[in-house]
């Protein structure tokens, strides 16, 4: 069991919709993180939320919207999304300082159609 | 330009023998690197990790090396296990400020009973 949760595990959306990935933990972990993995490539890197600030935008479109309402609480807003922006979407989070592992959700598998 | 590599994209062994997954890098700054195992539908799950001041550590059946001077670590598996079958992931960081991961393309160990 993965102590990272993120919801939904699948979602199907056009290109018009909008609609909202969710990641939530209780680890107490001050550092929150999205990452986009395509299939048969390594996670890249979306966004980063230290003490609920955004720290880290790695140019990602505004279509991708983050929010951060608490510490435990980790939202990816989207909207008009390109079919290109399939893939499955990872929530982390890690202690704050040196050397501490993230720990991941088991992901959102998203399809733009 | 990929800053953390793994050049074998595959890798099959005997239940019993040991895996060895190898991993190179080319940021002289990466001072933290961990191992991930990914199962398919899942998020990637940490392993081990090393700091840049330490040149081995060990974890039960996993043992990670780290050669500074020729930017390369490896993950050995001692004995190797049918559950053992997954991607594995290099990952590194950079600098306290700083603690997002930067993946390597993984490695699909597959044991054989």
């Known amino acids: 069991d993965t102590e990272v949760t993120q919801t939904p595990k699948h979602l199907v959306m056009g290109m018009t919709n909008k609609k909202s990935l969710k990641c939530e933990q209780h680890?107490?972990?001050?550092?929150m993180y999205w990452y986009k993995q395509k299939a048969k490539k390594p996670p890249e890197l979306m966004f980063v939320?230290?003490?609920?600030?955004?720290?880290i935008n790695e140019s990602v479109p505004s279509r991708f919207s983050p929010e951060c309402p608490n510490s435990s609480l980790l939202n990816l807003h989207l909207h008009a999304l390109q079919p290109e922006d399939s893939a499955l979407y990872l929530c982390?989070?890690?202690?704050?300082?040196?050397?501490?592992?993230?720990?991941f959700g088991n992901g959102t598998r998203l399809t733009v159609t | 330009d990929q800053q953390v590599k793994q050049n074998s994209p595959s890798l099959s062994v005997q239940e019993g023998r040991i895996s060895i997954l190898n991993c190179d890098y080319t940021?002289?700054?990466?001072?933290?690197f961990l191992w991930y195992k990914k199962y398919p539908a899942e998020g990637p799950t940490f392993l081990i990790s090393?700091?840049?001041?330490?040149d081995k550590n060990e974890d039960g059946r996993f043992t990670v090396f780290l050669n500074k001077s020729a930017k390369h670590l490896s993950l050995h598996i001692v004995p190797s296990q049918p559950g053992d079958s997954a991607v594995y992931f290099c990952?590194?960081?950079?600098?306290?400020?700083?603690?997002?991961?930067?993946f390597g393309s993984g490695t699909r160990l597959q044991v054989q009973p």
């Open positions: 982390a989070s890690s202690r704050q300082g040196e050397n501490s592992p993230l720990h």
């Open positions: 680890m107490g972990h001050r550092a």
């Open positions: 939320y230290s003490y609920e600030k955004l720290s």
């Open positions: 940021n002289s700054m990466f001072d933290y």
């Open positions: 090393i700091s840049s001041i330490k």
């Open positions: 990952a590194a960081s950079a600098g306290t400020g700083r603690r997002a991961l930067t």
